[in-house]
């Protein structure tokens, strides 16, 4: 799987691990404490989640939002 570069990739990435856990968008929606009609708007490109919005989504689906450099050359710490 590759990086998301866009809210559209990232709500694809969304999509598939739902589906991969067997949950329906009412389901996802409970655990992450959002209404259905939330999860299809992002999934389908109609609105872009906030960030808080889309932690609640990874928790939920028991993932981790990692941020690394671009060039893997460089060390996390070398930008800061």
Request: a positive charge; charged letters at 20%.
């Amino acid at each position: 799987m590759t990086a998301p570069r866009s809210a559209n990739d990232l709500a694809q990435i969304l999509r598939q691990a739902r589906r991969a856990q067997r949950l329906t968008q009412a389901e996802l929606a409970g655990r992450a404490g959002l209404q259905a009609h939330h999860i299809s708007n992002i999934e389908n490109g109609v609105t872009n989640p906030t960030v808080t919005t889309v932690l609640a989504l990874l928790a939920a689906l028991n993932l981790d939002w990692q941020i690394v450099p671009r060039d893997r050359g460089a060390a996390i710490e070398d930008i800061f």
